[in-house]
């Protein structure tokens, strides 16, 4: 069984930073690909960023790029989202993800079979 626990949002105010967690087993990280996503109120729930197996191979939404990076923390068994320059449009609730496959980017929802329960990030003008 896969299970999959967010944490680290919040409310912030634009230019700040957050760091999403996803803590998972350490078979579960090493074994799939791992995303994030955001789900705005009203809104579809998009890919934010994704990575592989290993670091080497990360993906993110263009309205992300430059601001965020996805990377692995072995040492807490977690895949990690540190968000910077945060803007109102990246408030939404944030979901952890996990499949075998990294391939596709990018993802939409159905392309993962395993979900944590989320982390709401508020981002005020």
């Known amino acids: 069984q896969v299970e999959l626990v967010e944490s680290g949002g919040g409310s912030v105010q634009a230019g700040g930073s957050l760091r999403l967690s996803c803590a998972a087993s350490?078979?579960?990280?090493?074994?799939?690909?791992m995303a994030w996503f955001r789900q705005a109120p009203g809104k579809e729930r998009m890919g934010v960023a994704a990575i592989g197996r290993s670091d080497t191979v990360t993906y993110y939404a263009d309205s992300v790029k430059g601001r965020a990076t996805i990377s692995h923390d072995d040492a807490k068994n977690s895949v990690s989202l540190q968000m910077n320059s945060l803007k109102p449009e990246d408030t939404g609730t944030y979901y952890c993800?996990?499949?075998?496959?990294?391939?596709?980017?990018?993802?939409?929802?159905?392309?993962?079979?395993?979900w944590g329960q989320g982390t709401q990030v508020t981002v005020s003008s």
């Open positions: 993800a996990a499949d075998l496959s990294c391939m596709g980017w990018p993802f939409s929802t159905t392309h993962f079979g395993y």
């Open positions: 350490e078979y579960t990280l090493k074994r799939n690909c």
